[in-house]
């Protein structure tokens, strides 16, 4: 309590000083509705792509919100921090199955796509994130990017250091944007790169950003045709086709030039009856890489097996096996940079929640990110699952074979979220990430589908939870715990270094699977008139949204959650939307800064700032 008054306290005496500059210099509130982007300034950033076309970010900045904003905190000597969402345009494309049955009659009044049924462009939004701010959460720029529309933006890097390039990934469009941040709110593009360039993977995933500037990002997909493909150093693996098996891991340079592609997938033949791919492979493989976390330190990186993609991607149905969805996570030695290689390929052990009648919702299925310990003194990473709503651990990912032990169960945790009751299985866990000093993990959950576990089966709502991970992650190779029996499952296992729920906040309460897919810690802290990177965190922000096609629409909001100083998690209500005025910035609105083109879908976010404000 003490330590919430006091940031309440903190937050009070900035917001008064804020609203008496506003004041005093005879600033006004932006209105709540479509006027407050009639004043926009454009302009646009282009590059040629290999194909000798044009490829572009357009900015469509608010200049009257972006100069009420630094006027205000300019007086205080702040500086502005912004966050930045990669959104895609919603249109009838998102169509699920379960509205296709239903054309042609009824499509048109159930579906709220077919108002801006045509496809408009992708974005990246740079929302105010300066705490206290006259236009905090309001957007002030939108950077449309073209000619390429459908990209369906995805993820981006797990959090953003002073003077990164963003990296942003096209989950339809194969395509990899790189943008340059340094002048804020303004953006530029960088590169991009087209499946042209990368034709060994498809279905670009995650990116994790290197100290020198370059990137890795998981390519999820097989290769863009299928067959025999050969990787940079003369490996050879053979795929069966776009959106298929086995993926990659491709390295990025600051333009988004291709410095290598590197096979996820082992040379000889994954386990045939859990790696199922379709069409089959003569090698079959799980080679799905989704997640990615990288420790130079320890020339080690991790990335997490998901599923075989091209259902969600060429036909939104669900997969017709349980075994489409992955159990498997890779460790690689990137002791040559540009040459990645596999190291250790795991198998996540089933737990005691197992149902031999439900494969699909086992606590091994679905392994769709991972997060690595940060301190020099710790190897350990952790997996979570989305389909199984369990957390793995490995003390050690430099290990030639590393065990992994479930040490999580997201029951735990999705009780305090639902009234007590409920179960992980199905719970559609997405974003899981360390703290910078590796004493908490974080971890967003949309929520189980109503039905999914049955037909009287409710559904779980979702939100985003805190767990205390010091002493496993102290504790090394020889820590205890474990979780074998149903006890465990509710009350977070057995052993003394068995991760502990610190925080669980619902976010959308009582709706079922309508919580948060992604989420960011903010890693930037105002000292000295500047940001400074911090390892610890007073701040979150998370998305509401999946992939439209899979069912898991959201409802397309982005919340702002404070953490106190007690490691709780609360509702940043302050963080509003401009058009309602309610808690939360929803993406579903008839007007954005560049144009009337209706609901938007957003997937990822970073806290960023402006390089001449870090240090």
Known sequence: MRATFSRLRRRHKVL???????????????????????DIHSSRSAIKGVDGKDYWVENHLVTSAINLSHRAIKSQARKPEYLIVWAGDSNIADTVVPDIKNLPGSLANTVDKVKNALPGPDFLAVLDATEGSPTYGKVLNTGTVGPLVENEPHHMQYVWHKGEKIYAG?????ATYVFDVSKLPALSLSGISLPSQTLCGSVPDAYWVLKDGTAYGTYMGGPVAPGPCRYTHGEVRTGNGFAGTPGEVVRFGKQAQNLSESPAALPTAEDSKLCLNTPSLG??????????????DLNAMVTSDFAEPRTIILDPVKAPSPNLRRTTIRTWDISDRNHPKVKSLSYLPVGPRANPSDVLHQENRAVMETTVTNLPEHKGAFAETMQGGAIYYTPDITSAHPVWREVFDDTAADKHLNGGVGSGAGDNGGWVQTSPDDKT????????????LGPSDPGTAGGVWAIDISKLVDAGEGYDCKIETKSDIHNGGSGDDCPSLISALPINPGKAAAGPHWGALDNLELEDGYYHETDEPKRLATADYFVARTGLDGDHKVCMVDIDEDGKLSLDKAFKDEQTGHPCVSFNRKTWPHGAFGNAKPHSMLFVAADEDTR
């Open 441 to 452: 993990l974080y971890h967003g959950i949309i929520g189980r589908t109503p039905g999914t």
């Open 16 to 38: 008064i000083g804020l609203a008496v500059v506003a004041v005093a210099a005879g600033l006004t509130a932006l209105p709540n509705s479509s006027t407050a982007y009639a």
């Open 170 to 174: 096209g989950l339809y469009s194969a």
């Open 283 to 296: 090698t079959p493989s799980c080679a799905n890489p989704h997640g990615i976390q990288v420790r130079e």
